[in-house]
């Protein structure tokens, strides 16, 4: 398959525990982001990478979310200190420049 | 800024007939407005997009909306509903002011009736 691939698909962790998500974007696309969907709403932007760079970050994006991609392939995803509130779908996005984003299955992250 | 409006958080119809799935947006350029569905356990699957192309514009599974700058929508339609067809539907405008970053609709829940 050759599609955005994430893990894990489900995550499920403890009010204060660090988690981190990989999102396996298509090989040729520079272009990766990430959202958080929450039920019954549409995905929020997070941030997005052009290669290694990050060239925006929401303002959703507190102090406690961080993400890499160090070169230029996968991305990384890591919340620390994981609240309740962090509970979602998170949502790994690529693309080539401006062309179609080509969405992963997602990881669904429950925070107890 | 733009946004957008889902009009029904829900639609309900038989199989077999006509879908309609209503979204109004707001923006202050020419738009570029996208139509995503999301099966459960599935990825968000693009099913067709306006870029000031024809106004109407056909996509995967039957699926086709039109862009009415009059009106400020980009309703989706399918003439005749399969179960298949039942997921949840995301209406998009992509923003000009922020990189050109979706702004997303809540959503709408299609529910195909045997």
């Known amino acids: 398959d050759t599609g955005v691939s994430q893990n894990p698909r489900h995550k499920i962790t403890k009010r204060g525990q660090n988690v981190t998500f990989r999102c396996d974007p298509i090989s040729e696309h520079n272009r990766l982001y990430w959202y958080r969907q929450t039920l019954g709403q549409g995905p929020e932007f997070l941030t997005y990478f052009q290669n290694e760079a990050q060239l925006e970050k929401s303002r959703l994006l507190s102090d406690r979310f961080s993400a890499e991609r160090p070169k230029g392939s996968f991305s990384t995803l890591e919340i620390q200190r994981t609240e309740q509130g962090d509970s979602a779908m998170y949502l790994c996005?690529?693309?080539?420049?401006?062309?179609?984003?080509?969405f992963g299955p997602g990881t669904r992250l429950t925070v107890l | 800024a733009q946004s957008v409006t889902q009009l029904d958080s829900h639609v309900s119809v038989s199989e077999g007939t006509p879908v309609l799935l209503r979204c109004n947006y707001s923006s202050s350029y020419s738009p570029s407005l996208f139509w995503y569905v999301q099966h459960p356990n599935k990825g968000l699957q693009l099913l067709l997009k306006?870029?000031?192309?024809a106004t109407l514009v056909k996509g995967i599974n039957g699926f086709e909306a039109e862009f009415k700058k009059s009106e400020t929508s980009f309703h989706l339609t399918k003439p005749s509903a399969h179960m298949s067809d039942a997921a949840e539907y995301f209406c998009?405008?992509?923003?000009?002011?922020?990189?050109?970053?979706?702004?997303w609709g809540a959503g709408t829940k299609l529910i195909i009736k045997p």
């Open positions: 996005a690529s693309s080539l420049g401006e062309g179609n984003r080509v």
């Open positions: 306006y870029t000031s192309a």
């Open positions: 998009v405008v992509s923003d000009q002011d922020s990189n050109y970053q979706l702004i």
